[in-house]
């Protein structure tokens, strides 16, 4: 079969251009539509040419997704631009979503490509140590598209059985009291010395990168620009002879405890 | 203080040049010492100037990032490859812990920065769609530096939270049944039907996908160069018109099920 046009979910990775995959730059730079959350767009900087730019809400991922699957379907190069990884939290599972749900049929014949991108969790960890070495958990906070029970569940499991844990969405403005629930859960099985690193706005202006303790959190620290990182009981903290700080989870496990 | 030299832990990523950061690239770019196990070596491929090369076996860990610091003591510009994100079950790990046990203070004054990938669970849900699309688990199955029982608590942990898991480091010669142990208590959990995506060697030469279910899955399938993917109670499988097979996690999580 013949595509009618293209479609790349291209994730830009945390923000700073040398983080930037060679395949995101090169889709971004032939494409004739840009489409993205308006501080995404603004993530991708200049561009060699003028492609249509198409911003969006942050919050309507299924319109942007269908919009830009419709614009592909009739014959336009497009990028959906996501920042981390599409595939994380983010637009991927929107535009496979829409593509199931197609019942006219318009979106089979776009060639999709998926443009993987550096998730924040890792570009987090790398700016201090490496806390995710070992077994970890990705879990978003959010709870607008799945019950709280749940994500109060996985969290108690991913803390009982001693997962580093790596939380995205941790807080907004209409989610103000979870984060503070999700910690307390956490502290059940795990000590209030628990490293934790608050990474917020990683590889762009503003980074900053703190390490806590679990029961110094406050969530008032935080926002929905940062990705935290809970330790595991085996995670350690550390200053080196410059007096820089680095959190690690070894890679050797204790087999008692 | 001044830096005596410095090392870069650099990601790789999952191998295809298109997906390797910019830093990356900059950092062997003006390397003089570039350190790695002999196929993450090859992965790097040209370098426009010829610095010098340390190949190692995949096992020495610990003793290669001891190496790498010990040369970035002497002056020299290092990089340390990883493939995937060095953050994830590889080299960043093994560099962090040999900076904390430096008992001769030798590592304090190199300067260090850990360059993060994109990791191979992120490149292979990138070819399939969007299996990651919902709060997922990294386990590595090697239970040569931790107890097998901590991998089998963590994975029904997990799946009995209805996870997402990412598998790495699946099976070796050395570790003959251990994934075959592992999908059996995932299966105590989760459904034979369940979507089981294969990945190996994605974005190398010789790449293959392969879309099975957690009761069809076979470890003689699987090597050390194959990242597993099983899918949570809601994750989806379908095949679009051109007859492409698609697996995603959906954003909503239902309220019962």
Redesign the interface.
């Known amino acids: ?1 013949t ?1 009618a046009g293209r479609l790349a979910v291209v ?1 830009l ?1 945390p923000g ?8 995101a730059s ?1 889709r971004l730079a032939c494409a004739t539509d840009v489409v993205g959350y308006g501080p995404y767009l603004q993530l991708v900087g200049e561009l060699a040419h003028a492609p249509m730019l198409h911003e969006s809400d942050n919050r309507q ?1 299924a319109e942007r997704a269908r919009f830009a699957l419709g614009l592909a379907a009739e014959g336009r190069d497009v990028v959906l631009v996501s920042s981390g ?5 983010a637009m ?6 829409a ?2 749900d197609d019942e006219a ?1 318009d ?3 776009v060639e999709i490509t ?6 924040a969790a ?2 987090a ?3 201090i ?12 906070l959010s709870d607008v ?3 709280w029970d ?1 994500v109060e ?2 969290l ?3 803390a ?4 580093v844990l790596a939380l995205y969405n941790p807080i907004s403005s209409q989610r103000p009291w979870q984060l503070g629930r999700a910690l307390d859960v956490v502290g059940e099985a795990r000590g209030a010395e628990t490293p934790v690193v608050l990474a917020r706005d990683v590889g762009r202006p503003g980074e900053a990168v703190v390490v806590t303790t679990l029961g110094e959190t406050d969530p008032a620290d935080v926002d929905m620009r940062t990705v935290l990182i809970v330790g595991s009981s085996t995670t ?1 903290r ?1 200053d ?3 007096g820089r700080t ?1 959190v ?6 204790p ?1 008692e405890r």
Chains 1, 2 share one sequence.
């Open positions: 079969m595509y994730g990775g700073a251009p040398a983080w930037r995959s060679p395949e090169e991922e990884d599409p595939g994380v939290f991927a599972t929107a535009v496979i979503e593509l199931h049929a979106f089979g014949r998926i443009v993987p991108g550096i998730t890792s570009a960890a790398a700016r140590g490496a806390p995710l070495g070992h077994d970890f958990c990705c879990i978003s598209l799945k019950p749940v569940a996985r108690r499991a991913a009982g059985a001693d997962f350690r550390f080196d002879l410059s680095w690690y989870t070894p890679r050797t496990y087999a």
